[in-house]
């Protein structure tokens, strides 16, 4: 198939706007990279500070891997654990996941928990990030000794007005945290102390079954 000279122009003009794009997005890819990282991890630093008790140490320096979850230990000065933080997903929110950051103590207590990322209504469902109180009834709470349902399911946790599916979503993913730390409390336990032993705190694996 033979072009000609406009039909030549016009392929040619269409890969330069190719390969300038591509360079644009290249370019632009590279220099945001690091500052998104870099928020990333201030934003998660934040909501750890938010979630874990008093701690010495930097939770994601000393980073545990356990099945597909990263557990970020909260240690004193000494290495001695205050608490365990990790992120849940509540699926089945009313607009879609609910990324919700758990703050455990080491006796199995939740010490506060915090929504990182949602999509829920405003002034209906995002009660999940704006209703303070409603935050801080799950602090204290364990697994057994609670009815880990909203209350028109009846379960002892608040929902919103005109809004039961989203704090439903949050109680269920939470409920799992805790049933997750029960079933791997020990094993965790002996990875911080494991990890306490080394030279200097780094990222730790422990292969273990999620139930």
């Given at each position: 198939?033979?072009?000609?000279?406009?039909?030549?122009?016009?392929?040619?003009?269409?890969?330069?706007?190719?390969?300038?794009?591509?360079?644009?997005?290249?370019?632009?890819?590279?220099?945001?990279?690091?500052?998104?990282?870099?928020?990333?991890?201030?934003?998660?630093?934040?909501?750890?500070?938010?979630?874990?008790?008093?701690?010495?140490?930097?939770?994601?320096?000393?980073?545990?891997?356990?099945?597909?979850?990263?557990?970020?230990?909260?240690?004193?000065?000494?290495?001695?654990?205050?608490?365990?933080?990790?992120?849940?997903?509540?699926?089945?929110?009313?607009?879609?996941?609910?990324?919700?950051?758990?703050?455990?103590l080491p006796d199995g207590h939740v010490h506060a928990i915090r929504v990182t990322d949602h999509r829920e209504t405003p002034g209906l469902?995002?009660?999940?990030?704006?209703?303070?109180?409603?935050?801080?009834?799950?602090?204290?709470?364990?697994?057994?000794?609670?009815?880990?349902?909203?209350?028109?399911?009846?379960?002892?946790?608040?929902?919103?007005?005109?809004?039961?599916?989203?704090?439903?979503?949050?109680?269920?993913?939470?409920?799992?945290?805790?049933?997750?730390?029960?079933?791997?409390?020990?094993?965790?336990?002996?990875?911080?102390?494991?990890?306490?032993?080394?030279?200097?705190?780094?990222?730790?694996?422990?292969?273990?079954?999620?139930?």
């Open positions: 198939m033979m072009f000609d000279r406009d039909q030549l122009r016009m392929v040619l003009a269409l890969v330069v706007v190719a390969v300038l794009a591509a360079a644009i997005l290249g370019v632009t890819d590279i220099l945001t990279r690091e500052p998104i990282a870099r928020a990333q991890k201030e934003a998660l630093h934040k909501a750890l500070m938010q979630v874990l008790p008093k701690h010495a140490n930097d939770p994601q320096a000393d980073l545990l891997r356990v099945g597909e979850a990263d557990i970020y230990p909260g240690k004193d000065a000494l290495g001695n654990v205050q608490g365990f933080a990790w992120e849940v997903i509540a699926p089945d929110g009313y607009s879609g996941s609910i990324r919700i950051l758990v703050g455990v469902g995002d009660g999940i990030v704006n209703n303070s109180d409603w935050l801080q009834g799950f602090a204290g709470r364990m697994l057994e000794g609670s009815r880990w349902k909203v209350k028109k399911d009846g379960g002892d946790f608040d929902q919103f007005t005109g809004a039961t599916i989203t704090p439903r979503a949050v109680v269920k993913a939470v409920k799992g945290a805790l049933l997750f730390y029960k079933n791997n409390q020990q094993a965790i336990v002996d990875t911080v102390a494991r990890q306490n032993s080394e030279p200097s705190g780094h990222e730790m694996k422990l292969e273990t079954k999620f139930e």
